[in-house]
């Protein structure tokens, strides 16, 4: 979405992103944005947490006066409630073996 931003902006329009990943968006370098650590795909919140969302939002909308330099990323302080685990965290998640020493080929 960063890119699309910068295409966005170019047209004179504002733009926020609402990131849940802090790494990519460092990377990637949208105009503005606000980073939130929740689930990928959950960046307002659970659903039906209404209160919450509506807070996010704000706080992204009052980024578009507040943002002091390009590609700033402002860390939105609020909890998921659990442990947010990536897929490296999980037991049963895809694991590729080690690359064969002949042929450079992993098993899954």
């Not at 931003?5 to 170019?10: C, D, G, N, P, Y």
């Not at 968006?25 to 209160?51: D, K, L, Y």
């Not at 939105?76 to 002949?102: C, H, M, N």
Request: with cysteine; net charge negative.
């Amino acid at each position: 979405m960063g890119l699309v931003s910068r295409v966005v902006e170019e047209r004179g329009i504002a733009t926020v992103n609402v990131s849940t990943g802090r790494d990519l968006t460092a990377n990637v370098r949208p105009p503005r944005s606000v980073f939130i650590n929740h689930p990928m795909g959950n960046p307002f919140g659970r659903p039906g947490n209404t209160e919450m969302q509506r807070e996010v939002l704000v706080k992204a909308l009052e980024m578009v006066e507040s943002c002091e330099q390009p590609g700033q990323i402002v860390d939105l302080d609020y909890e998921w409630g659990e442990q947010v685990l990536t897929i490296f965290d999980l037991e049963d998640a895809f694991r590729a073996s080690a690359p064969d020493p002949k042929t450079g080929k992993q098993a899954y």
